[in-house]
C-alpha cells in the first residue's frame, strides 16, 4: 500500500477541524444542552442500543472506542443527574449494564430535535444541487472511514470467530446456490494453520465482519477460499481488502501463484476478481460447487 502524503493529511485535517467547529462539538453545552458532546453521544448510543437488560458498558466502550475509565465517570456523571441508572446483567454478573430513565429518554429526544434542526439549517443554505452533492460526499466520507476502521487479522483454523465467519458464510451460499451449500466443503482448521494455510477474520469495532483462507495448492501456488463479507458490511470495499491481505500472506509465504474457483450464482465476486487481476482459467479441480476458475500471478 502506497505511504499516505503529507497533503492528505492535511487536507484530513482540515475536514476535521471545519466540521467538528461547524456542528458545535467545541462547545461544552453541545446543542445547547447542558452537557458537552461526549456526554450527549453517550446518551444516544444508550438509546439506541438498550435492550430489556438495558446495554452493557463493554459493549458501549468497544463502540465508541472510549478508555474505560473516562466511560466510566460519563456514565456516573449522567447516573447523577437522574439520566441513567447502572445496574449488573441479569444473565451474566460479570457485565455491567446501563439504561435510561424517564427523564434520558426525554433528554434524547429533545437531543434529536435539536440534532435535526442543525442538519435542516446547514443544509437548508444550499440549493438542491449543493443538498445532493453534500449528502452524497457525506455518504462517501462514512463508507471510507468505516472501511479505514476494520482490521484483517490472521486467526488460528480453531478460532471461534473463525468458525463462526464460516458457519455465516454456509448460510449464505445455501440460500444463494440453487443446490443449497453442503457444509462439508468448508476447509477444515488444519488446512488454515501452520505451513498448511492461512485464516483471516476482518473486524468492526471487535465484530467479525467478513473473512478469507488462504491454501497450500502445490509448489507456489497458493488457493484462495471462503472470501465472504457480512451484509452489514458489504459495498465498503472489504472483500477487496481481504482479497489483498490473502494475495499478500501468499507472497510472504514465497507462492507466486493464487487461484479460486467460484459458483455461476456469484456474479459479483466474479466482477471483483477480475477486476483485481484475476484471469478466468481452465478448470484446475473438480469442486462441486466450481463453474469458473481464475489464477494471479503475484509480484512483490
Given amino acids: 500500500m502506497e505511504p499516505v502524503s503529507p497533503e492528505q493529511v492535511a487536507d484530513f485535517r482540515r475536514f476535521n477541524r471545519c466540521l467538528t467547529r461547524r456542528i458545535g462539538a ?52 449522567l447516573r447523577a443527574q437522574g439520566l441513567v441508572r447502572l445496574s449488573v446483567h441479569t444473565q451474566d454478573s460479570r457485565l455491567r449494564t446501563v439504561r435510561l430513565t424517564r427523564a434520558g429518554r426525554a433528554e434524547v429526544t429533545e437531543q434529536n430535535r435539536r440534532a435535526d434542526s442543525l442538519a435542516a439549517g446547514v443544509l437548508g443554505r444550499l440549493d438542491p444541487g449543493g443538498r445532493a452533492r453534500l449528502t452524497e460526499a457525506m455518504a462517501t466520507t462514512r463508507r471510507l472511514l468505516r472501511l479505514a476502521a476494520i482490521t484483517v487479522e490472521r486467526v488460528d483454523g480453531h ?64 488457493e484462495i477460499r471462503h472470501v465472504w463479507v457480512h451484509a452489514d458490511a458489504r459495498r465498503l470495499g472489504l472483500a477487496r481488502r481481504v482479497l489483498d491481505t490473502l ?54
Avoid at 461544552?28 to 444542552?33: E, F, K, N, P
Avoid at 476447509?187 to 498448511?196: K, L, N, Q, Y
Avoid at 459458483?263 to 476478481?273: C, G, K, S
Fill in 159 to 222: 478460532h471461534p470467530d473463525a468458525r463462526a465467519c464460516l458457519d455465516a458464510y454456509a448460510d449464505d451460499l445455501d440460500v444463494r446456490f440453487p443446490e443449497g451449500f453442503d457444509r462439508t466443503d468448508l476447509v477444515g482448521a488444519e488446512e488454515v494453520s501452520g505451513a498448511a494455510g492461512a485464516f483471516f477474520v476482518a473486524y468492526e469495532e471487535g465484530r467479525p465482519v467478513g473473512c478469507g483462507a488462504l491454501l497450500r495448492q502445490a509448489a507456489g501456488t497458493g
Fill in 26 to 77: 467545541l462547545d461544552d453545552h453541545y446543542l445547547g444542552q447542558d452537557r458537552p458532546l461526549g456526554e450527549a453521544r453517550l446518551l444516544f448510543e444508550i438509546a439506541e442500543r438498550e435492550g430489556p437488560d438495558g446495554v452493557s458498558l463493554r459493549e458501549l466502550r468497544s463502540r465508541l472506542g472510549l478508555d474505560a475509565g473516562y466511560l466510566s465517570r460519563m456514565t456516573k456523571t
Fill in 247 to 300: 494475495e499478500t500472506e501468499a507472497l510472504r509465504r514465497g507462492w507466486t501463484v493464487v487461484r479460486l474457483d467460484t459458483h455461476a450464482a456469484l456474479t459479483e465476486a466474479r466482477a471483483m476478481y477480475r477486476s483485481a487481476g484475476y484471469t478466468e482459467i481452465p478448470a484446475y479441480d473438480d469442486h462441486v460447487y466450481a463453474d469458473h476458475w481464475f489464477e494471479k500471478r503475484l509480484s512483490r
